[in-house]
């Protein structure tokens, strides 16, 4: 598996060829063994390929023009161009597998301690759920992108879904175009402190 880590890559340009619905299922089963926090397992998947692609692609497209004028955003205006850049990436690959957050609370809810805690640990099981799904896709000799810019179309795309809960990522899967080179990583040394 570390050789998955060390292989796997942000890929933004894809083949023009589908990947099967077994490869993706095996993709799905890899986010589904990720760990929980209480094994609440708070996942559920939208696979969205074919003509369905288009539609999402269209939902998108209108969230980031909303974007413009009556921002979700308005801190982050200066990554919108970045987000239009990602829905073209997201147009080109074959598959786009969004993550929901099933037991999510609503984005605009004024939360407790306690519910910003059990929101914390489902964000964090999901974060294990797309990072099982990104190692697979490498294994399965495919590439992936994992997606945040969908936050600039967050109710557009919400809707669309029709989503219990809150959608907390994208996942673009297809067979890689490209063969990035490695991103630098900060060393084990300068991350750590051991306390003995």
Not at 5 to 31: N, T
Not at 122 to 137: H, W
Request: hydrophobic letters at 45%.
């Amino acid at each position: 598996m570390i050789e998955a880590m060390e292989q796997r890559r942000s890929i933004r340009a894809y083949e023009d060829r589908p990947v099967s619905r077994e490869l993706l299922e095996e993709i799905l089963r890899a986010g589904t063994l990720a760990p929980s926090s209480k094994n609440r397992q708070p996942w559920r998947f939208v696979v969205v390929t074919g003509q369905a692609k288009a539609e999402m692609l269209a939902v998108m497209k209108a969230g980031l023009e909303r974007e413009k004028t009556a921002p979700l955003l308005s801190d982050s205006r200066q990554h919108l161009a970045g987000a239009e850049r990602t829905w073209e990436i997201m147009g080109e690959a074959p598959a786009v597998i969004f993550v929901v957050n099933a037991l999510g609370l609503d984005l605009y809810a004024s939360l407790t301690p306690e519910e910003r805690i059990f929101e914390l640990c489902n964000v964090q099981s999901i974060g294990a759920a797309v990072e099982n799904m990104s190692l697979a896709a490498v294994e399965l000799g495919l590439g992936s992108l994992w997606i945040g810019d969908h936050f600039f179309a967050y109710q557009e795309l919400r809707d669309w879904l029709g989503a219990e809960g809150e959608v907390s990522a994208a996942l673009a899967v297809g067979y890689a175009a490209e063969d990035p080179p490695p991103r630098p990583r900060k060393s084990v040394e300068s991350v750590t402190e051991w306390r003995t």
